[in-house]
């Protein structure tokens, strides 16, 4: 069957600091990644948008600057959250799909940031 | 702009209840429509989603959803919850032309069953 995996399940920087995190799909090509946000008390705002060969579209109020996304195959993404503030926290989910099909999300990265 | 509304924050219900989780959206067109599910500790879960057609949809567990076009809704129910079903549940809508690939979540909905 399709899903997605992400890591770390878990991580915890400091303030200022900088993490990785990944996501990779299993059982299907995924031509497309979205990277979403869910913070504390909040519902999920999307990030970003990953195709495969084309540009990374990313949402107002999220740069490519504070979010570095790479997409480099049909079966990994990773996105670093640089600089990691207070504001940064919240569980991040990798949601891909094969082109035309259903999006699968992973169980996402909880960053937490002291 | 489109946007989801979840009235409810927090639904509270018996085990072996009926249920029904309340989803309203605002959109020019009728868009793509989809409930997840979010367990504790855990990622995002497809329930089910409305695409055209009949506007009674099944989804998984037992979930069914009515979309209304006249109402711009897509309820949630159950005939009879479990206590498994405890969780959060967001509905989600997606536009049927231009970016179609983003999904905007509402607020959510938690969902306490009571043994």
């Known amino acids: 069957g399709a899903l997605v995996y992400q890591y770390p399940r878990r991580t915890i920087c400091k303030s200022g600091t900088s993490m990785r995190m990944e996501c990779q799909a299993v059982?299907?090509?995924?031509?497309?990644v979205a990277w979403y946000r869910q913070s504390p008390q909040k519902t999920f705002e999307l990030i970003a948008l990953s195709t495969v060969n084309s540009a990374i579209k990313y949402e107002q109020n999220f740069t490519q600057e504070k979010f570095p996304i790479s997409h480099p195959n049909l079966s990994f993404s990773s996105m670093t959250v640089l600089n990691a503030y207070l504001e940064d926290r919240g569980l991040y989910l990798c949601g891909a799909r094969e082109q035309g099909k259903t999006l699968y999300f992973g169980s996402g990265t909880r960053l937490t940031v002291l | 702009a489109q946007s989801v509304t979840q009235p409810d924050a927090r639904v509270t219900v018996s085990e072996g209840a009926s249920l029904q989780l309340r989803c309203k959206y605002s959109s020019s067109v009728t868009p793509y429509l989809f409930w997840y599910v979010q367990y504790p500790r855990q990622g995002l879960q497809l329930l089910l989603k409305?695409?055209?057609?009949?506007?009674v949809v099944q989804g998984v567990n037992g979930f069914e959803a009515e979309f209304s076009k006249s109402n711009s809704s897509f309820h949630l129910r159950k005939a009879s919850v479990h206590w498994s079903d405890s969780a959060v549940y967001f509905c989600?809508?997606?536009?049927?032309?231009?970016?179609?690939?983003?999904?905007?979540f509402g607020l959510g909905t938690t969902l306490q069953v009571q043994p």
């Open positions: 409305y695409y055209s057609g009949d506007p």
């Open positions: 059982g299907f090509q995924a031509t497309s």
């Open positions: 989600a809508v997606s536009p049927v032309t231009g970016n179609t690939r983003k999904l905007i």
